[in-house]
């Protein structure tokens, strides 16, 4: 069982932006920069691409519900999505508000947030899922 399956169990606890029978986004505890959100499928799969095709178009589509409302929760130009996949191997698609490019550079420095800082930002964002 991988972690991101047991924050799905809610044996670890997160910061919950969204969830329906098959996704579930949360707050990134190293986060880039704030507001930096995992979307997950509740069905392990290692790799994004060995999802079904019905599976993969569906956790797009629910991105696209998560990315709207950060775009609205923060102050940013575009919400930007990577797929890296190797630090857990549980399919994922981090989605990172950005302003600039850099942003979005896995080398930069990690954000180091508050347990308050989390619960207002997950609570903002969560706010804005449609």
Same mark, same amino acid.
Not at 7 to 29: C, M, Q, V, W
Not at 72 to 80: M, Q, S, Y
Not at 81 to 90: K, Y
């Given at each position: 069982?991988?972690?991101?399956?047991?924050?799905?169990?809610?044996?670890?606890?997160? @910061?919950?932006?969204? %969830?329906?029978?098959?996704?579930?986004?949360?707050?990134?505890?190293?986060?880039? *920069?704030?507001?930096? =959100?995992?979307?997950?499928?509740?069905?392990?799969?290692? @790799?994004?691409?060995?999802?079904?095709?019905?599976?993969?178009?569906?956790?797009? =589509?629910?991105? /696209?519900? =998560?990315?709207?409302?950060?775009? /609205?929760?923060?102050?940013?130009?575009?919400?930007?999505?990577? *797929?890296?996949?190797? %630090?857990?191997?549980?399919?994922?698609?981090?989605?990172?508000?950005?302003?600039? %490019?850099?942003?979005? @550079?896995?080398?930069?420095?990690?954000? /180091?947030?508050?347990?308050?800082?989390?619960?207002?930002?997950?609570? *903002?964002?969560?706010?804005?899922?449609?």
């Amino acid at each position: 069982m991988t972690i991101f399956s047991k924050i799905i169990a809610g044996e670890i606890p997160s @910061y919950k932006i969204a %969830e329906d029978e098959r996704f579930f986004a949360f707050l990134d505890i190293n986060p880039l *920069v704030k507001g930096h =959100v995992l979307v997950v499928p509740k069905k392990e799969e290692d @790799y994004i691409f060995d999802l079904d095709d019905d599976t993969l178009m569906e956790m797009m =589509v629910f991105s /696209k519900r =998560v990315a709207k409302a950060i775009k /609205k929760a923060i102050d940013c130009r575009k919400v930007g999505i990577t *797929v890296i996949g190797l %630090e857990v191997p549980h399919a994922h698609i981090h989605l990172i508000p950005i302003t600039k %490019e850099s942003d979005i @550079y896995f080398n930069n420095p990690k954000k /180091k947030l508050a347990p308050k800082e989390f619960e207002k930002m997950a609570s *903002v964002i969560a706010g804005h899922f449609e």
